[in-house]
């Protein structure tokens, strides 16, 4: 969620690297003086997930093929164009949604959306569910092995947890945190898809603050927006963590995190 204008990319939750192959590869490690002191106090570390620990995932660029993924899922009925027109539609009203902070606690579902669009909404349920499977497939990333031993690494001296948004059902998710190993390693995970909430709405961070039963003063949480993760984490009470994976700052209208890195790994590896 790099990014803050929607438009400037095309990933709904603005991960720059969201397209990028092997985006831990990209990092560098760093000496972070401040270290011992960033963790230190804290027992329990909650983290974003997209462009935290997951990448490569949504990919709703107009060079998508969407049709090939609604074909792989077993789609037939629709022609290509109207499968790329239904997807994008969907993605765009979301978007705008999205970045509007009044609505981060009425965000609709996707199946929702593409039922209220005039571009889907006379489709049969069965295909609308076809497209709802394509949007998740696009909006899907992976935690590599990096990554993966990142987060044991640092699940044998903090409790974790997970408050990540996401527009899609979060069955893909579950299943990509256990193929890459990590699934046990949380001892909650709050997908903003269950609800109708997003980030950087409180009741997401309470959710799991409910689960966790630990201190506020002890809880950290680590992402790598701005409003979503810092302010959302602000309004909770949390200590927080940015990731500046790009370098470039903040301007003083935007929340003020407790520490900056460039990535995740230099929580584990500095």
Not at 73 to 87: E, I, K, N, T
Not at 88 to 115: H, K, M
Not at 117 to 125: K, S, W
């Amino acid at each position: 969620m790099s990014n803050e204008s929607f438009f400037s990319a095309p990933q709904l939750k603005r991960d720059s690297l969201g397209s990028t192959p092997d985006a831990d590869t990209v990092f560098h490690y760093h000496a972070l003086r401040d270290f011992p002191s960033m963790l230190s106090r804290f027992t329990v570390v909650l983290l974003d997930m997209n462009g935290t620990f997951m990448f490569g995932g949504d990919r709703f660029g107009p060079e998508q093929d969407f049709a090939a993924t609604y074909h792989a899922l077993g789609g037939r009925r629709l022609a290509a164009q109207g499968v790329q027109d239904g997807v994008l539609a969907c993605f765009e009203t979301l978007g705008v949604i999205y970045d509007d902070s009044a609505r981060c606690d009425s965000f609709p579902a996707v199946l929702e959306t593409l039922r209220d669009l005039p571009t889907t909404r006379n489709l049969p349920e069965n295909e609308l569910k076809l497209l709802e499977r394509v949007i998740a497939e696009h909006e899907l990333g992976a935690v590599s092995e990096t990554y993966a031993v990142a987060l044991k690494r640092l699940a044998a001296t903090h409790r974790l947890g997970v408050i990540a948004n996401i527009i899609s059902r979060k069955e893909l998710w579950l299943s990509e945190f256990g193929r890459a190993g990590v699934l046990n390693l949380f001892a909650t995970i709050v997908f903003s898809s269950d609800s109708r909430s997003v980030k950087p709405s409180r009741k997401l961070f309470e959710q799991a603050l409910g689960a966790i039963k630990a201190p506020r003063s002890e809880v950290v949480f680590v992402g790598d927006s701005l409003r979503c993760d810092i302010g959302g984490a602000a309004g909770a009470g949390l200590a927080s963590i940015w990731i500046d994976r790009a370098g470039r700052g903040r301007v003083a209208s935007d929340p003020e995190p407790t520490f900056v890195i460039g990535n995740l790994l230099e929580l584990i590896d500095s």
